[in-house]
């Protein structure tokens, strides 16, 4: 009887292991030929990495080689790409022309690269990453050494700039995203990978949009939409990728993102199935291999006759292949109030350990550096097993557990306790057990900060601070108080001045940074303290750290302040209070425009435009620019207003220009980020109308010149100002105001107000700070100024450009994202 007649059309991985197990279960019941565009037998495309960067040759790779095919008695067309299907006559036909009938058809067509459409992108030298062909020809260009840019920070991306620059290339990576392999790792593994791989020396360039691709007619540049140039012999292209699905589009087949399949990988047509990256099941397409071998089987026992399983949706692992660089991520670690989180991180060894738990269940685990556990997290979490009595210690993996259950206790002070006198504890200042609790015993020391004057120790990267509470609390027992000072959030054990310290100590320039090497317990932080790293990073790195709109409070981020009613204020700034006819008549349009319910004069000397609608607060920006003018910050902790009074200008008592001088110290100060807001105000006599005496800093002006006051208070607590000095001229105002919002913004708390951060350093060391040196006052004076070429933009003229236009949109219009979980980076 003449065989079943079995064509497949494509001879990727996951027809390989179909056909492996189908020989298994139906030896000779098929008469099996197979069409395959590539020109080669059946390889190991996920092993094209290792090839790429020398490691592998493409015989290590080949998974059927010429014997298996004669073996199993396999016709297989090389370089033979199928361009049509008659369901009716049930024959495939070749673009060379080859016919074949078929009784049962799989089509596995694969994935396509997804080219963006930049202009330069068909130019000579201009690559995908997906098969043999692409690497021999990067390998060709990179035999020339010279300049490769990789635009997509995925796991492609990623492996093809790791094997260019194995290869001798210098590599930039381009990604659009803030952090590298956004949808598998979160932003604390993909700090960590970034630090690994630029440490290497590939430039790694995140949030970076590539405008054009340059050259006449091959490669030469990429161009980012921000201007840089970046030169470039070849251009890897690894955005992402869509499922082939034209062939059986054409054929009639019913087709979605993928070719639409049942759970036994039948086709609309039922002579026809098909398998892979091609696939669509359940609306979800797949990118790894994992799931591709489980239709494998299933196709193979629907073919052989045998009773099946149904495919169902698993969550897949996730690995890069590049030497060296360990990372581990499954399932979903997406952060919400749903789910909880459990982090570990080891600044010292660069690991970091996430696993995410929902219901006592594992749904997600994100693994840096050390990834033994990763498939004991995976299985916990494939199984669905309940981890509420692990849940103390199922951070510590497996080899705890196992420790734990063959009766051992955990001891958090025993290991401390077991380490020798000779144990360095501290790495950067070169400190061992026996110098500190020798110091804490002769010299009676009790706090943290005693232990760090006396020996340094923890004293720098403060990596090691856990450890030295611990031998402190090992050393004086019960005494050992370790909860002054307090911590800034439940995210870290460090209060806010060990967290500025360090930052600057250890050249900490991100949010990931920050939390990776400071060894914060949670993933992302927390409203509590991402708000405030954000500012410190500000104040502590201008020009150099790049502001986190989304670490930022609702009206940071909107810039203006939200209403019990849900709709926005909004307060143009006046400098120095001042305003004129053309400025009110805007403000008057603007209210008539958009409807705006009320108006009301603040005590600030503004005014206050109340109940704007989210969606409209581009436009009353936009108009109020159009009169000239910009933010008040009135939402910020910033500079909000500098109050004055009419001064010589008008008032009889008035002893100086107190208009002027609060309009120029307006005009200088505005913009800068603070801990908290700052209120500054100038009276033109000691009257005082302007309120002076009772705010951040306040001027009262006198016959000898300027008096110059801080650290008050007018809110829920009232504090009058402390009196600073005395001045006579203008330019000494300025240059004592910004060094004093200087000192503060550099060692102020974030939400401390100045006056709390006065009684905290002690007002003799702000007079000694800032009146007793001058070198240190002009120091402070210069930081501020350079700070400021940063930050004097207006943000409402920004976001009237199109900034952030996201946070403007009325909810509704929120499209939401259809992914699937465990695709290697499907085209957006
Ligand atoms: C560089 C790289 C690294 C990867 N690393 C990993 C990894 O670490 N882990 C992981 O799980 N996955 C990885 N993958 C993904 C994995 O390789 C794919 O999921 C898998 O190979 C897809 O198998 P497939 O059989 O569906 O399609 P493919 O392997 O793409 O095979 C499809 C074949 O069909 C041929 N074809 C297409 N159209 C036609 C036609 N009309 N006629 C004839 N032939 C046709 C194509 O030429 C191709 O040879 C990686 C992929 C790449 C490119
Ligand atoms: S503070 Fe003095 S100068 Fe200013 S308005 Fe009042 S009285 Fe006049
Ligand atoms: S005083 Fe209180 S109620 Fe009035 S505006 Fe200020 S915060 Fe709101």
Known sequence: MALEKLVIVGNGMAPGRMLEHLFEQAPGRYDVTIFNAEPRVNYDRIMLSPVLSGEKSFDDIVIHDDGWYETHNVTLHRGARVTGIDRAAKTVTSAN???????????????????????????????????????????????????????????????????????????????????????????????????????????????????????????????????TVIDADMVVMAVGIRPSTALAREAGLEVSRGIVCDAQLRTSDPAISAIGECVEVDGRVYGLVAPLYTMAKILAADLAGTPVENFLHAETPTKLKVTGVNLYSVGDFAEGDDREEVV?????????????????????????????????????????????????????????????????KPDPLAAVASLADDAEVCGCNGVCKGAITGAIKDKGLSALDEVRAHTKASASCGTCTNLVESLMALTLGDSFDASAPKAMCNCTHLPHGDVRRLIKANALKSIPAVMQELEWTTSGGCAKCRPALNYYLLADWPGEYVDDNQSRFINERVHANIQRDGTYSVIPRMWGGMTNSQELRAIADVVDKFAIPTVHVT???????????????????????????????????????????????????????????????????????????????????????????????GIVCVDSGYELHYAGAAGIHIQGTTRLTTVETEEEVMEITAAMMQMYREQGFYLERIYKWADRVGHDTIRAQILDNPDTRRAYYDRFVFSQRFSQTDP?????????????????????????????????
């Open 796 to 828: 409402w003229s920004e976001r009237v450009s199109g900034k952030d236009k996201h946070e403007f949109k009325p909810m509704a219009d929120l499209s939401s994202r259809n992914h699937s979980s465990s695709s290697m980076e499907p085209a957006e």
């Open 603 to 697: 005590g600030g000397q503004r005014i206050d435009l109340l109940g704007v609608k989210k969606e409209d607060l581009p436009g009353v920006w936009a108009d109020l620019n159009k009169a000239g003018m910009v933010s008040g910050h009135a939402y910020g902790k910033s500079l909000r207003t500098v109050k004055t009074c009419v001064g010589t200008n008008w008032c009889r008592m008035g002893t100086q220009d107190s208009t002027g001088l609060g309009v120029a110290l307006e005009k200088f100060l505005w913009g800068s980020w603070t801990p908290h807001k700052v209120k500054l105000a100038v009276s033109g006599c000691p009257r005082n109308c302007a309120e002076a005496t009772c705010k951040d800093i």
């Open 344 to 408: 570990l991180r080891d600044a010292a060894r660069g690991t970091y350990k996430r696993v995410i738990v929902k219901d006592d269940r594992i749904i997600g685990a994100v693994l840096y550096g050390d990834v033994a556990d990763g498939g004991w997290y995976n299985e916990l979490l494939r199984k669905g097993e309940c981890v509420r009595d692990l849940r103390e210690t199922l951070i510590f993996g497996q080899a705890f557990q196992d420790v734990l259950s063959s009766g051992g």
């Open 97 to 227: 022309g080859i016919t074949a009938p078929y009784d049962r058809l799989v089509i596995a067509t694969g994935s396509s690269p997804f080219i963006i459409p930049v202009p330069g992108h068909q130019l000579e030298g201009v690559l995908a990453y997906r098969d043999l062909d692409d690497v021999e020809a990067m390998q060709r260009y990179a035999s020339f050494r010279g300049n490769a840019v990789v635009i997509g920070g995925g796991l492609l991306g990623l492996e093809a700039a790791a094997g260019l620059h194995m290869q001798g290339m210098k590599v930039t990576v381009i990604h659009l995203m803030p952090t590298l392999m956004e949808r598998q790792l979160d932003t604390a593994a993909g700090y960590l990978l970034q630090k690994e791989l630029e440490g290497r020396g590939i430039d790694i360039r995140c949030g970076a949009n590539t405008r054009a691709i340059l050259g006449e007619d091959r490669v030469i540049a990429v161009e980012l939409d921000d201007g």
